[in-house]
């Protein structure tokens, strides 16, 4: 049963998997989209009392459930319990584990139900914004938006990122295709992986640090203030996997006094940002409202990895981007 909005036309390339497949859509009963790969759809949207119960008969009588309604954690709850055959959801996005742990359910029915994200199908987009936001500061981004604001003409020498060191902070998907686009550019290459490994001893040595980590009680606030301490004066920070992982006052601090030459953050603690947080002043800070994974192509990535992961279900074999319940990872 598809319980997010999805295009009609790749909705149909699922029906191409298994002639067993019966795929219950119906979009009336779902939000409007509002843009290319919304999965939630228009807030405003409300079903009439029949098409609820139409949305409810659909729900409960599913095996398998394409989308978290409304990415909602309430709603993912009504679902298992709706549905007492439902045995595997596929999430439409990366970070799925989150909702899944605010949705309050029980250790057996967690169990019974296989979930998996869509973790893996952003790693084009956030690698690419990752390179933007090095190169944005490696260039001068701040200083030039300022010049020509000024109508000020001034020569000056730029760096480069041929040479330079990056700390690839989670080496996943997102993080392999980080180091592949910084080597493409001549950069020398350096990871750890959500076990800190050797972190510490290789922050003063990174020229930039890009971090993809998801939030697990592992890597929550692994970026403290004594490691962006550490990180070498000058150095470039990006954070693409979840806010909850930096201290956010810390690197609002490090970048105030300069320590820091500038951060390109696309995920914060919490979102939306509040008008309050420093980090919305700070010239030598780019800010993306969580919004660099949604590329246009996403929904087309995500129905490829569903209806791959769909063969593997019908098949009994193990799914990609399976979630650990005891970690919601």
């Known amino acids: 049963m598809i319980a997010t909005p999805v295009e009609a036309e790749l909705v149909d390339r699922l029906r191409e998997v298994d002639e067993r497949l019966d795929i219950r859509f119906e979009p009336d009963l779902l939000p409007p989209p509002r843009f290319p790969s919304d999965h939630v759809g228009d807030p405003s949207f409300e079903r009439t009392p029949s098409e609820e119960r139409r949305f409810s008969e659909l729900v409960a009588g599913a095996e398998v459930l394409y989308g978290f309604p409304r990415e909602d954690p309430q709603q993912i709850a009504w679902a298992v319990r709706t549905a007492p055959g439902l045995r595997y959801v596929q999430a439409t996005f990366a970070g799925a584990g989150q909702q899944l742990a605010a949705a309050g359910l029980s250790r057996e029915e967690l169990e019974r139900i296989q979930w998996a994200s869509s973790a893996g199908v952003h790693a084009t987009p956030l690698a690419e914004w990752s390179i933007f936001g090095i190169l944005a500061f490696t260039k001068g981004l701040p200083r030039l938006l300022a010049d020509q604001r000024d109508r000020h003409w001034d020569h000056y020498p730029v760096d480069e990122l041929r040479g330079s060191t990056v700390l690839v902070v989670g080496l996943g998907s997102i993080g392999s295709e980080v180091a592949r686009l910084a080597e493409a550019f001549g950069m020398n290459v ?97 800010l993306s409202p969580h919004t660099m994974a949604l590329s246009r192509h996403e929904n ?18 193990e799914l990609r981007s399976r979630i650990q319940t005891s970690l919601f990872y």
């Open 190 to 286: 350096v990871s750890v992986r959500r076990e800190h490994g050797d972190l510490d001893e290789l922050l003063p040595q990174a020229d930039s640090i890009v971090v993809t980590l998801p939030l697990t009680e592992e890597t929550r606030g692994l970026i403290d203030r004594s490691r962006i301490e550490r990180m070498r004066p000058g150095a470039i920070f990006v954070n693409v996997g979840r806010g909850g992982v930096v201290d956010e006052e810390a690197l609002a601090d490090a970048l105030r006094s300069g320590h820091l030459r500038g951060a390109a953050l696309d995920v914060f603690t919490q979102e939306p940002l509040p008008p309050e947080s420093p980090l919305w002043e700070l010239e030598n800070v780019i």
């Open 300 to 317: 087309e990535r995500i129905i490829e990895l569903f209806a791959d992961n769909l063969r593997r279900y019908l098949r009994g074999d």
